[in-house]
């Protein structure tokens, strides 16, 4: 239904910014809700960011808020995540999810993935 390819990470100092972008294929983007989950290593996979199909309802993790920003652009079919002021702790794999018309923030409910992006923070 939809492919997803995120790109953006890379390896920044403590303090520093990142942009991670989602780029969806086919027409149907509009359709779907987005997420921003991460997964650290032992860990599991944890609830990030996510956005509604229109844009107007938003959604952050307590760990992310105040300096993560979830985004869309529905005529480029991409949504972003805007990390500033990032923490060693926000070193993971990031994953872009897709879920068709309603915003959830859980994992398990979203339909299809990309194949992450790695983040990584150094101290």
């Known amino acids: 239904q939809v492919q997803l390819v995120e790109s953006g990470g890379g390896l920044v100092q403590a303090g520093g910014s990142l942009r991670l972008s989602c780029a969806a294929s086919?027409?149907?983007?509009?359709?779907?809700?987005m997420g921003w989950f991460r997964q650290a290593p032992g860990k599991e996979r944890e609830f990030v960011a996510a956005?509604?199909?229109?844009?107007?309802?938003?959604y952050y993790a307590d760990s992310v808020k105040g300096r993560f920003t979830i985004s869309r652009d529905n005529a480029k079919n991409t949504v972003y995540l805007q990390m500033n002021s990032l923490k060693p702790e926000d070193t993971a794999v990031y994953y872009c999810?897709?879920?068709?018309?309603?915003?959830?923030?859980?994992?398990?409910?979203?339909?299809?993935w990309g194949q992450g992006t790695q983040v990584t923070v150094s101290s």
């Open positions: 999810a897709a879920r068709k018309t309603i915003v959830v923030l859980t994992a398990t409910q979203y339909d299809f």
């Open positions: 086919g027409r149907t983007f509009t359709m779907y809700a």
């Open positions: 956005i509604s199909v229109g844009g107007g309802n938003t």
